[in-house]
C-alpha cells in the first residue's frame, strides 16, 4: 500500500478557533468536540443578557432554535425552516418516531412493524412500550444487507443511524432512502456522527426525518441542545407527541386546548436552553465558513494517513471501518485484543481515543483542528505502547508530543 | 406605614444579605422572579470555569474528574431538600413539559398493571397551559387505549371528580394566573383515597413555599429551575419519583442517559433501577453548573425564612395597594394557607398599567385579559421596594385610565 501526500487547500486558521488541550493528541471529537474560542464571549453576552435585560432575555429564548436549526439546515441540506434546535437526540427521535406512526396511521393503517438499527437501542422502546395497545413489531438489524429482505409493506418507518457507531461504516443515504420509499415507508436518519464530519443533502434525498447532536463534530459543548428535522411534506399532517406550549400557535395566548403552530416550531416542547443554543450558535458558523466539501477531504486524507501509518508500524490493529471513501467518514474503528489496556497507556501519555468493550478503539479525524503531525506522532506512541503490551514491559516514560 | 419603616424592616431583615448574591438591574423594581428569577452574580465565574477548564482544558476527562456525570443527580439531590424529598428521588433533566410527559406516561404505565380499567386523567382547567397540552398530546397518541381529560375548576369540589376511574392528577402547587397556594396535604390524600396518583407541578412554588413532598406521600413530582430558583433562561428543570414507583414500570422516554450503564454502548436497552432512568440525553452540564450554584443560595436562605418573609412583604403590598390603588381587585387569597408567593391583581386596564410601569422601571406581569402579577421575591426583594412600587402604581393608574388601551405597547 502506498500513500501520496495530496495537496490540500485547507485554512489552517480553523485550529485556532479551537482551546486546543495542551499536550494532548485528541481523537475523541466523535464523543466532545473541543471548545470554540469564542464560546466563553458569547455566553457572557447572555449571561449578561439576562443580567441586565432580565424577562426581555426570553427574546432570545423565542428567536434562536429556528435561527440557529437553519445555520444546521446549510449543512445537511435542508430547505429553510424544515430544521430546529430543540431537546435531545433521544427525545427529538420521539418525536420523529411519534410523527411517523401517526401519519401512516392515515396513509397505511395496516402496518405495524419497525424497523431500528441496533445501535439506536434505547430510543425507541418506550414509544412502542407506550403503544403496546397498537401492538407495533420491532425487528432489529445489525447491516443494511439486511434492509432488502426486511423492507415490505408491513414497515411503518426504519430508524437508522448515518454512521454505525461500533465500526465506523457510513451508509449510503440516497440509496438506503429509496429503498425504504420504495415500500412507501419513512425513514428517520440519525446524524449524530455525522452532521460536521461528511456533506449530507436530505432535501436531494427527500429524506423524511432527521435527527443529531450538536456537541460532536459541531463542538457545542457537553449536552448541548440537539436538533431536529422534518421535511415539509411531513410538517403539519399530524401532531407530533410531545405537545408543549413552544409548540401551540400562540404560546403566550394561554389558551386552553392545543393547537399546533404550523411549522417546524411545532417541533419545540418547553422553554429552550438559551446558553448552550447561543454556543451552537458561534460553533456551527466555523463549520460553515470551512465548508463541507473541505472538511471532507481532509477528513479523508488524515484517514488515509492514519490508515497508512497502522499499517505500517502497528500491524496488531485490525482496522474495522472500511477503507473505501464511499463508506468511511471521520472515525475509524480498530480492533485489538489488548485495546483496553492500550487505551489506558495512552491516555498516560495524553492521547485520547474512545475504547468500546471488549477491544475496539474510535479514533476520529476532526479536520477543523486535527493536524498530519498529530497523527504522525500519536502512531509513533501508539506502537511504542504496543511493544511495551505485547512483550509486557511497562515503560512508563513518555515521549515528547511536540 | 411610612417609607422610613420599610427601611427599618429591611435593616432587620434576616435575609438582607442575599439581595448581594445577585445582579440587581439598576433603575428597576423587578417583581417578576415567577417568570425568570434574576442572575445570581456567581454566573459568570462558573459559566467561565465550565467552558475553558472543564470543558476546554480537560474535555471528556472532566466526566469524571469534573463530576459531569453525577451533576443531576447531586442537583437533582438539592432541590430534594428544598422540597422534601428522600435521598435520589429527584435529579434534574429536560424541560417541565418533557418531565410531564414521563410523569404521565409512567403514571398511566403502573396503573395499567394496578388498576388497568382506570382511563381518567383529571386537570384544572386553569392550569399553566403546558401541564394541559401534554396531556392532551398524550391522550391523542394513546387513542386506541381511549383515555379520556376530565377538567375542573377550583371551585368544584374534588371528591366529585375524583373517581375511581381516575389514573391520575396533574396539579399546579400554586396557581399561576391567580397565585393561589393548594393545600398539598389534602389533595394527596383525597387522589389516594381513590387508588389515583397525583402529580404536582412546583414551578411557582419551589423556592418559594416551602413543600414536603414526602411527609404528603406525592406520587411525582416537576418544576422549574428558571423562576425563583433563579438559574437563568431555558435552564433545565427537575422531575421527582417517589421511590415507591421506581423500576415498577418503564418511563416513556427512553434514551441512552437512563440505561443502566450508559457509557457502556450495550445493544441491549436496560433501564437504570434508579432516578436516573427519568435521565434521556446527555445532560446540560453548562446550565446544571449554573443550577448548582443557584440552588446553594436558596439552600442556605432557608425555605421557612423566605417564606416569612414572602408573606410580610405580600402583607406590606396587599396593604399599600388598599390604601393607594383601590381599583386594582385582589385575586389572590389573602389568608396565607392559600396564598403563594405571587400576587394577582384584576383590573380593566392592566395591559396599559403595566407597559406604563415599565415605562417606569416596575416590572410586573401582564396576563391576557386583566390580570397583573407581582412576585414576592424575598432572595432580593425589598420592604422599601413595595413601598416605592407602589408610589409609582398609584401615579401611573391615572394616566392609564386617562390613556386607554395601546395595542403598539411592548409587554
Same mark, same amino acid.
Given at each position: 500500500?502506498?500513500?501520496?501526500?495530496?495537496?490540500?487547500?485547507?485554512?489552517?486558521?480553523?485550529?485556532?478557533?479551537?482551546?486546543?488541550?495542551?499536550?494532548?493528541? *485528541?481523537?475523541?471529537?466523535?464523543?466532545?468536540?473541543?471548545?470554540?474560542?469564542?464560546?466563553?464571549?458569547?455566553?457572557?453576552?447572555?449571561?449578561?443578557?439576562?443580567?441586565?435585560?432580565?424577562?426581555?432575555?426570553?427574546?432570545?429564548?423565542?428567536?434562536?432554535?429556528?435561527?440557529?436549526?437553519?445555520?444546521?439546515?446549510?449543512?445537511?441540506?435542508?430547505? !429553510?425552516?424544515?430544521?430546529?434546535?430543540?431537546?435531545?437526540?433521544?427525545?427529538?427521535?420521539?418525536?420523529?418516531?411519534?410523527?411517523?406512526?401517526?401519519?401512516?396511521?392515515?396513509?397505511?393503517?395496516?402496518?405495524?412493524?419497525?424497523?431500528?438499527?441496533?445501535?439506536?437501542?434505547?430510543?425507541?422502546?418506550?414509544?412502542?412500550?407506550?403503544?403496546?395497545?397498537?401492538?407495533?413489531?420491532?425487528? *432489529?438489524?445489525?447491516?443494511?444487507?439486511?434492509?432488502?429482505?426486511?423492507?415490505?409493506?408491513?414497515?411503518?418507518?426504519?430508524?437508522?443511524?448515518?454512521?454505525?457507531?461500533?465500526?465506523?461504516?457510513?451508509?449510503?443515504?440516497?440509496?438506503?432512502?429509496?429503498?425504504?420509499?420504495?415500500?412507501?415507508? /419513512?425513514?428517520?436518519?440519525?446524524?449524530?456522527?455525522?452532521?460536521?464530519?461528511?456533506?449530507?443533502?436530505?432535501? !436531494?434525498?427527500?429524506?423524511?426525518?432527521?435527527?443529531?447532536?450538536?456537541?460532536?463534530?459541531?463542538?457545542?459543548?457537553?449536552?448541548?441542545?440537539?436538533?431536529? *428535522?422534518?421535511?415539509?411534506?411531513?410538517?403539519?399532517?399530524?401532531?407530533?407527541?410531545?405537545?408543549?406550549?413552544?409548540?401551540?400557535?400562540?404560546?403566550? &395566548?394561554?389558551?386552553?386546548?392545543?393547537?399546533?403552530?404550523?411549522?417546524?416550531?411545532?417541533?419545540?416542547?418547553?422553554?429552550?436552553?438559551?446558553?448552550?443554543?447561543?454556543?451552537?450558535?458561534?460553533?456551527?458558523?466555523?463549520?460553515?465558513?470551512?465548508?463541507?466539501?473541505?472538511?471532507?477531504?481532509?477528513?479523508?486524507?488524515?484517514?488515509?494517513? /492514519?490508515?497508512?501509518?497502522?499499517?505500517?508500524?502497528?500491524?496488531?490493529? &485490525?482496522?474495522?471501518?472500511?477503507?473505501?471513501? !464511499? &463508506?468511511?467518514?471521520?472515525?475509524?474503528?480498530?480492533?485489538?485484543?489488548?485495546?483496553?489496556?492500550?487505551?489506558?497507556?495512552?491516555?498516560?501519555?495524553?492521547?485520547?481515543?474512545?475504547?468500546?468493550?471488549?477491544?475496539?478503539?474510535?479514533?476520529?479525524?476532526?479536520?477543523?483542528?486535527?493536524?498530519?503531525?498529530?497523527?504522525?506522532?500519536?502512531?509513533?506512541?501508539?506502537?511504542?505502547?504496543?511493544?511495551?503490551?505485547?512483550?509486557?514491559?511497562?515503560?512508563?516514560?513518555?515521549?515528547?508530543?511536540? | 406605614?411610612?417609607?422610613?419603616?420599610?427601611?427599618?424592616?429591611?435593616?432587620?431583615?434576616?435575609?438582607?444579605?442575599?439581595?448581594?448574591?445577585?445582579?440587581?438591574?439598576?433603575?428597576?423594581?423587578?417583581?417578576?422572579?415567577?417568570?425568570?428569577?434574576?442572575?445570581?452574580?456567581?454566573?459568570?465565574?462558573?459559566?467561565?470555569?465550565?467552558?475553558?477548564?472543564?470543558?476546554?482544558?480537560?474535555? #471528556?476527562?472532566?466526566?469524571?474528574?469534573?463530576?459531569?456525570?453525577?451533576? @443531576?443527580?447531586?442537583?437533582?439531590?438539592?432541590?430534594?431538600?428544598?422540597?422534601?424529598?428522600?435521598?435520589?428521588?429527584?435529579?434534574? $433533566?429536560? $424541560?417541565?413539559?418533557?418531565?410531564?410527559?414521563?410523569?404521565?406516561?409512567?403514571?398511566?404505565?403502573?396503573?395499567? #398493571?394496578?388498576? @388497568?380499567?382506570?382511563?381518567?386523567?383529571?386537570?384544572?382547567?386553569?392550569?399553566?397551559?403546558?401541564?394541559?397540552? %401534554?396531556?392532551?398530546?398524550?391522550?391523542?397518541?394513546?387513542?386506541?387505549?381511549?383515555?379520556?381529560?376530565?377538567?375542573?375548576?377550583?371551585?368544584?369540589?374534588?371528591?366529585?371528580?375524583?373517581?375511581?376511574?381516575?389514573?391520575?392528577?396533574?396539579?399546579?402547587?400554586?396557581? =399561576?394566573?391567580?397565585?393561589?397556594?393548594?393545600?398539598?396535604?389534602?389533595?394527596?390524600?383525597?387522589?389516594?383515597?381513590?387508588?389515583?396518583?397525583?402529580?404536582?407541578?412546583?414551578?411557582?412554588?419551589?423556592?418559594?413555599?416551602?413543600?414536603?413532598?414526602?411527609?404528603?406521600?406525592?406520587?411525582?413530582?416537576?418544576?422549574?429551575?428558571?423562576?425563583?430558583?433563579?438559574?437563568?433562561?431555558?435552564?433545565?428543570?427537575?422531575?421527582?419519583?417517589?421511590?415507591?414507583?421506581?423500576?415498577?414500570?418503564?418511563?416513556?422516554?427512553?434514551?441512552?442517559?437512563?440505561?443502566?450503564?450508559?457509557?457502556?454502548?450495550?445493544?441491549?436497552?436496560?433501564?437504570?433501577?434508579? %432516578?436516573?432512568?427519568?435521565?434521556?440525553?446527555?445532560?446540560?452540564?453548562?446550565?446544571? $453548573?449554573?443550577?448548582?450554584?443557584?440552588?446553594?443560595?436558596?439552600?442556605?436562605?432557608?425555605?421557612?425564612?423566605?417564606?416569612?418573609?414572602?408573606?410580610?412583604?405580600?402583607?406590606?403590598?396587599?396593604?399599600?395597594?388598599?390604601?393607594?390603588? @383601590?381599583?386594582?381587585?385582589?385575586?389572590?387569597?389573602?389568608?396565607?394557607?392559600?396564598?403563594?408567593?405571587?400576587?394577582? =391583581?384584576?383590573?380593566?386596564?392592566?395591559?396599559?398599567?403595566?407597559?406604563?410601569?415599565?415605562?417606569?422601571?416596575?416590572?410586573?406581569?401582564?396576563?391576557?385579559?386583566?390580570?397583573?402579577?407581582?412576585?414576592?421575591? @424575598?432572595? =432580593?426583594?425589598?420592604?422599601?421596594?413595595?413601598?416605592?412600587?407602589?408610589?409609582?402604581?398609584?401615579?401611573?393608574?391615572?394616566?392609564?385610565?386617562?390613556?386607554?388601551?395601546?395595542?403598539?405597547?411592548?409587554?
Amino acid at each position: 500500500m502506498s500513500y501520496k501526500i495530496l495537496p490540500l487547500q485547507t485554512n489552517r486558521q480553523e485550529r485556532n478557533k479551537f482551546q486546543i488541550p495542551l499536550n494532548t493528541i *485528541y481523537f475523541c471529537g466523535n464523543s466532545l468536540g473541543l471548545c470554540p474560542i469564542e464560546s466563553e464571549k458569547v455566553v457572557n453576552q447572555i449571561i449578561q443578557e439576562w443580567e441586565q435585560n432580565h424577562i426581555h432575555s426570553w427574546n432570545l429564548a423565542i428567536q434562536l432554535p429556528l435561527k440557529v436549526g437553519n445555520k444546521i439546515g446549510k449543512l445537511i441540506g435542508a430547505e !429553510e425552516n424544515e430544521t430546529i434546535i430543540a431537546d435531545s437526540t433521544s427525545i427529538n427521535l420521539f418525536k420523529c418516531l411519534g410523527t411517523s406512526i401517526a401519519i401512516q396511521k392515515i396513509k397505511n393503517p395496516n402496518r405495524r412493524s419497525i424497523l431500528l438499527d441496533r445501535e439506536n437501542f434505547s430510543n425507541d422502546l418506550g414509544l412502542l412500550k407506550l403503544l403496546s395497545t397498537d401492538e407495533y413489531k420491532v425487528r *432489529y438489524f445489525d447491516d443494511e444487507n439486511q434492509l432488502e429482505d426486511f423492507l415490505n409493506d408491513d414497515v411503518v418507518c426504519i430508524l437508522l443511524s448515518h454512521v454505525n457507531y461500533h465500526h465506523g461504516k457510513l451508509y449510503n443515504i440516497k440509496k438506503i432512502t429509496e429503498m425504504v420509499h420504495k415500500v412507501d415507508a /419513512f425513514i428517520i436518519w440519525d446524524l449524530c456522527h455525522s452532521v460536521g464530519s461528511v456533506p449530507i443533502n436530505l432535501t !436531494e434525498v427527500n429524506a423524511d426525518f432527521a435527527v443529531g447532536c450538536t456537541d460532536k463534530y459541531l463542538n457545542s459543548s457537553p449536552g448541548a441542545p440537539a436538533f431536529i *428535522y422534518v421535511n415539509k411534506k411531513h410538517q403539519n399532517v399530524t401532531w407530533q407527541p410531545l405537545t408543549g406550549w413552544l409548540g401551540h400557535q400562540s404560546p403566550f &395566548k394561554m389558551s386552553k386546548d392545543y393547537e399546533p403552530i404550523v411549522g417546524i416550531k411545532n417541533f419545540l416542547v418547553g422553554t429552550p436552553e438559551v446558553l448552550p443554543i447561543s454556543i451552537i450558535d458561534c460553533s456551527v458558523e466555523i463549520t460553515l465558513d470551512a465548508g463541507m466539501q473541505l472538511i471532507r477531504k481532509k477528513s479523508l486524507a488524515l484517514g488515509d494517513l /492514519f490508515i497508512f501509518l497502522m499499517t505500517e508500524k502497528c500491524p496488531s490493529f &485490525k482496522l474495522v471501518t472500511p477503507f473505501e471513501y !464511499e &463508506k468511511r467518514e471521520s472515525h475509524l474503528s480498530y480492533q485489538h485484543e489488548n485495546a483496553n489496556e492500550i487505551s489506558k497507556w495512552m491516555r498516560k501519555r495524553n492521547i485520547y481515543s474512545d475504547f468500546i468493550s471488549p477491544d475496539i478503539l474510535i479514533f476520529a479525524m476532526t479536520p477543523l483542528y486535527t493536524k498530519f503531525v498529530d497523527i504522525w506522532n500519536a502512531i509513533e506512541n501508539i506502537s511504542d505502547i504496543v511493544k511495551n503490551v505485547e512483550s509486557k514491559n511497562f515503560d512508563e516514560s513518555c515521549v515528547s508530543l511536540n | 406605614m411610612t417609607r422610613e419603616q420599610c427601611e427599618i424592616a429591611d435593616e432587620n431583615d434576616e435575609l438582607k444579605i442575599f439581595r448581594n448574591k445577585f445582579k440587581i438591574p439598576q433603575d428597576t423594581i423587578y417583581l417578576i422572579g415567577n417568570s425568570l428569577g434574576l442572575c445570581p452574580i456567581e454566573s459568570q465565574k462558573i459559566a467561565n470555569r465550565v467552558i475553558k477548564q472543564e470543558w476546554g482544558q480537560n474535555h #471528556i476527562d472532566s466526566w469524571n474528574t469534573a463530576g459531569w456525570y453525577h451533576l @443531576p443527580v447531586k442537583v437533582g439531590n438539592k432541590i430534594g431538600k428544598i422540597i422534601g424529598a428522600e435521598q435520589n428521588e429527584t435529579i434534574i $433533566s429536560d $424541560s417541565t413539559s418533557i418531565n410531564i410527559f414521563k410523569c404521565l406516561g409512567t403514571s398511566i404505565a403502573i396503573q395499567k #398493571i394496578k388498576n @388497568p380499567d382506570r382511563r381518567i386523567i383529571l386537570l384544572e382547567r386553569e392550569n399553566f397551559p403546558t401541564d394541559l397540552y %401534554i396531556a392532551q398530546g398524550l391522550v391523542n397518541l394513546l387513542s386506541t387505549d381511549e383515555y379520556k381529560i376530565r377538567y375542573f375548576d377550583d371551585d368544584n369540589r374534588l371528591e366529585d371528580v375524583l373517581g375511581d376511574d381516575v389514573v391520575c392528577i396533574l396539579l399546579s402547587h400554586v396557581n =399561576y394566573r391567580t397565585g393561589q397556594l393548594y393545600n398539598m396535604k389534602q389533595i394527596t390524600k383525597l387522589a389516594h383515597k381513590v387508588d389515583a396518583h397525583i402529580i404536582w407541578d412546583l414551578c411557582h412554588s419551589v423556592g418559594s413555599v416551602p413543600i414536603n413532598l414526602t411527609k404528603v406521600d406525592a406520587d411525582f413530582a416537576v418544576g422549574c429551575t428558571y423562576k425563583y430558583l433563579n438559574s437563568g433562561p431555558g435552564a433545565p428543570a427537575f422531575i421527582y419519583v417517589n421511590k415507591k414507583h421506581q423500576n415498577v414500570a418503564w418511563q416513556p422516554l427512553t434514551g441512552w442517559f437512563g440505561h443502566q450503564a450508559p457509557f457502556k454502548m450495550s445493544k441491549l436497552y436496560e433501564p437504570a433501577p434508579n %432516578i436516573t432512568n427519568y435521565l434521556v440525553g446527555t445532560p446540560q452540564v453548562l446550565q446544571i $453548573s449554573i443550577i448548582d450554584h443557584s440552588v446553594g443560595i436558596t439552600l442556605d436562605a432557608d425555605m421557612q425564612a423566605i417564606r416569612k418573609k414572602s408573606l410580610a412583604l405580600g402583607d406590606l403590598f396587599i396593604k399599600l395597594m388598599d390604601e393607594k390603588c @383601590p381599583s386594582l381587585k385582589l385575586v389572590t387569597p389573602f389568608e396565607y394557607e392559600k396564598r403563594g408567593s405571587h400576587l394577582s =391583581y384584576q383590573h380593566e386596564n392592566a395591559y396599559a398599567i403595566s407597559n406604563l410601569m415599565r415605562k417606569r422601571g416596575v416590572y410586573g406581569d401582564f396576563r391576557f385579559p386583566d390580570i397583573l402579577r407581582f412576585a414576592m421575591t @424575598p432572595l =432580593y426583594t425589598r420592604f422599601v421596594d413595595i413601598w416605592d412600587v407602589i408610589g409609582i402604581i398609584s401615579e401611573v393608574i391615572n394616566d392609564a385610565e386617562y390613556e386607554g388601551f395601546d395595542g403598539n405597547c411592548v409587554t
